[in-house]
């Protein structure tokens, strides 16, 4: 069964650096997520991206965060300068859709991101 | 602006006993409610939805308009079902975005 898959698994930065958070969705699905879950607080929406641009971004999603599907399988996060509280567990998602289904949304494993 | 509400942290029950985890929402039109489970080291994914009414290993969840409430239950819980699970919803008019509970930790014991 395909799966969306996530690298790095766990990725260790400086403040201030940048980071790149990449995301293979399932080849067919159309809608991708990022979404991300503090440690001890819940899971919560970033953006989400269809036909290579943001459809809607959460108040935590400022300039310092954006999106980019650079080629025909990879979705990645880029955070240009690490805080502390960026400090999280970072999830893709991707479903097939059209955009009022409520198809269902894998969720890959998962990067956890430490600012030191 | 919607909300999802898991008021239990932490459900420790023993095999073979009922199980029900409680979920609650704030919206104001008709969303889609989710439980999603996530076992240990692995990824979340997704258990049931309300739009199918199926039972997903033994599991159902009733949406409840009148009480917003989407309670999540099994009438005999299995060390198997050792989990996070987590509530959400979604609005399909607003790009199918999930918004979470904080999850409910259930441990099945011996």
């Known amino acids: 069964e395909p799966e969306v898959t996530q690298t790095p698994s766990h990725q260790v930065t400086q403040m201030g650096q940048e980071v790149i958070l990449r995301c293979v969705p399932i080849s067919n699905h159309l809608y991708f997520y990022w979404y991300r879950q503090i440690l001890g607080q819940k899971v919560e929406f970033l953006v989400s991206f269809y036909n290579n641009e943001i459809s809607e971004k959460s108040e935590i999603f400022d300039d310092q965060f954006s999106v980019e599907r650079p080629d025909g399988s990879n979705f990645t996060l880029k955070i240009r300068s690490t805080k502390l509280e960026d400090s999280a567990m970072y999830f893709c998602?991707?479903?097939?859709?059209?955009?009022?289904?409520?198809?269902?949304?894998?969720f890959g494993p998962g990067t956890r991101l430490t600012v030191l | 602006a919607q909300r999802v509400t898991q008021p239990e942290k932490l459900l420790s029950v023993f095999k073979g006993a009922p199980v029900e985890l409680k979920c609650n929402y704030s919206y104001s039109g008709s969303p889609e409610l989710f439980w999603y489970v996530q076992y240990s080291r692995q990824r979340l994914q997704l258990l049931l939805r309300?739009?199918s009414r199926e039972s997903i290993k033994g599991f159902t969840a009733d949406l409840n308009k009148g009480e917003t409430s989407f309670h999540l239950k099994k009438p005999f819980a299995q060390e198997e079902d050792s989990a996070m699970y987590y509530c959400a919803l979604s609005r399909p008019a607003a790009g199918n975005k999930l918004t979470f509970g904080g999850g409910t930790r259930v441990l099945v014991k011996p």
């Open positions: 998602a991707s479903r097939s859709g059209p955009a009022l289904s409520t198809d269902t949304q894998y």
């Open positions: 309300h739009i």
